[in-house]
């Protein structure tokens, strides 16, 4: 791997951190009112369609960090849908 | 142009979109206390490695969406800042 690698890598790890701490904060909180469901559901296209990019390229990073993303950003839907404020 | 980089392609489209969304949302109501800054400032750092990483592969497509995301993720930081709720 030379140092470009280890930048995307980076940008690997920091993109499945990402949505980590609002997913915490609402589930402390019970409160997403002021989350876009619209910016919740294009996020969750968008990263489905990059883990079926990074399926078909066979790129196990890609596969990883958008699995987490979209794992988190469904959760962030349930919260939406779920929480009353 | 095949149809995996079409699937790319649709990738960087929606991934540019995504917070569009949530910024229109914060600027009309004006209220971000239910948004992360921790998330806003990993959003940002990881995007800004992206848009590095598509200068140095000379990836257009990727300087394209990952300067969209961080212009938006910057909005939001300084709606985050100044928004009093």
């Known amino acids: ?10 940008g690997v790890v920091t ?11 609402a589930w402390i909180s ?7 469901i619209w910016t919740v559901l294009i ?3 968008n990263v ?7 399926i078909l390229k066979d790129d196990f990073a ?3 960090a958008n699995s987490i993303i979209l794992t988190l950003a469904l959760v962030m839907l349930y919260f939406k849908l779920t929480f009353k404020k």
Chains 1, 2 share one sequence.
Not at 16 to 24: E, N
């Open 43 to 45: 996020l969750i296209s």
């Open 62 to 64: 890609m596969e990883l």
């Open 1 to 10: 791997m030379n140092w470009i690698d280890y930048l995307g890598l980076l």
């Open 30 to 36: 019970k409160s997403v009112g002021d989350l876009s």
């Open 48 to 54: 489905a369609i990059w883990l079926v990019y990074g």
């Open 15 to 25: 993109g499945s951190l990402t949505f980590v701490p609002q997913v915490y904060k």
